[in-house]
């Protein structure tokens, strides 16, 4: 998570919302680690976790797939519907994250679906890791913003 | 969703799901199309409707936020979760779904996104238009993996 943290702190300096996420290998391995950039790539899908996902699909390449079976993301808000969404796909074996995220959170708010019916994949889900330094950087971001 | 079965049909021809999609702009004007890239890319997120979505954020560029507001979508199966909460992402006026899909889908089935407490953007639906022609592409591409 200290890693997610870090992406997370680079997003905000680049004016971004700061979230920031890394996939890790079953081996403990990095395999791709990213933070927002929803304004740098005008792309409102380009959150932090669905980047770090598509890219450690890329690094691993063919064989997976295009899966990540076996590996664990590490995020340090609550997942939206979107990216709740891609890890199912993807076929993570666990989602960390930090904050809560009662308004766009779909993992234990909102849609929720890892607990859908008929949810094909369901990661083991960690929620609260090191909340209250993720959750300070969006506060501090939006309350930056408002002023 | 002429154009969006066109591409359905080119996606198959590579040995992706027969899933394809466009992004009308309000004008009429066609944003992005694009198919499955799932295997393509080694990537089990680059559904057809995530990438339109995505080139056609790109494609308008900086002034839209790299929102889509007041764009179409036409897709020719309904969308996954992760697909559905990208719609809610970009601001999507309409998205005209073609077959429906029990399993997978988080339009009518599932998670139903939309209509999920505090979902932050609900756009338009319109559910099986060309269902047929739609959902035969994808039940001739399953028949022929079984064989």
Do not use: W
């Not at 976790?49 to 664990?72: F, K, T, V």
């Amino acid at each position: 998570m200290a890693a997610a943290l870090a992406q997370a702190r680079l997003a905000g300096a680049r004016g971004e919302v700061p979230v920031g996420a890394v996939v890790v290998a079953p081996d403990g391995r990095v395999l791709a680690a990213a933070g927002n950039e929803v304004e740098a790539g005008h792309d409102a899908s380009a959150h932090a976790e669905l980047l770090a996902m598509q890219r450690a699909a890329r690094a691993l390449g063919g064989p997976s797939g295009g899966r990540l079976a076996g590996c664990d993301l590490y995020v340090t808000l609550e997942p939206c519907a979107m990216c709740a969404g891609a890890a199912v796909h993807f076929r993570l074996r666990r989602v960390i994250f930090g904050a809560y995220d009662p308004k766009g959170g779909a993992v234990e708010h909102g849609a929720r679906v890892f607990a859908a019916p008929g949810c094909m994949h369901v990661p083991e889900v960690v929620g609260g890791l090191r909340e209250a330094e993720c959750g300070e950087l969006l506060r501090a971001f939006f309350k930056e913003l408002r002023t």
